[in-house]
């Protein structure tokens, strides 16, 4: 596991290593990047959203939102992002369950041509349990936060 104080900084993960990383596909897969990675402690998922994602068609007819649960999920890859970076075999964690959000808060819709950025900080990780405070911004300006808590579980 990485040293907070000591832990190298990757300044960008693209969509193929995200890919190797998580086992979410589309239209499941809801961060397009991964900035400013700490493994094991912190980093900001990118989300550009898009007017052609199947979601808007019917949220809402006439004025698209993305939906808070979906935020909440790019929280939650963002935060497995961070997860598995700090393991030292990659292909054994590939699974990190979502367990619980507390907390949730939403603070302004995310529309289409938003750039989402998704800030999650390590707050404790305890065995195969880790535990995150998740915020997402929109320039610069906070729509959603969230603690979000995940386990690493088995590949089988």
Same mark, same amino acid.
């Given at each position: ?15 193929? /290593? ?26 900001? @998922? ?21 939906? @808070? ?22 292909? /054994? ?19 289409? @041509? ?22 997402? /911004?929109? /320039? ?17």
């Amino acid at each position: 596991m990485a040293d907070p104080q000591t832990a190298a900084v990757k300044n960008c993960i693209q969509i193929a /290593e995200i890919l190797d990383m998580l086992p979410h596909r589309y239209p499941m897969l809801l961060i397009d990047r991964v900035i400013d990675l700490a493994p094991g402690v912190s980093a900001t @998922g990118i989300k550009n959203v898009t007017v052609n994602e199947p979601y808007f068609v019917g949220h809402f007819p006439g004025r698209p939102i993305m939906p @808070g649960v979906l935020i909440v999920e790019a929280m939650a890859q963002t935060s497995a992002v961070v997860v598995v970076s700090a393991l030292e075999d990659v292909a /054994e964690a590939r699974m990190v369950y979502f367990m619980s959000i507390d907390s949730a808060r939403f603070r302004r819709p995310v529309e289409p @041509g938003d750039r989402m950025h998704i800030k999650v900080q390590k707050l404790q990780n305890r065995r195969k349990v880790w535990k995150f405070a998740a915020q997402a /911004e929109v /320039e610069g300006v906070l729509v959603a936060e969230s603690t979000i808590t995940a386990m690493i579980g088995e590949n089988e």
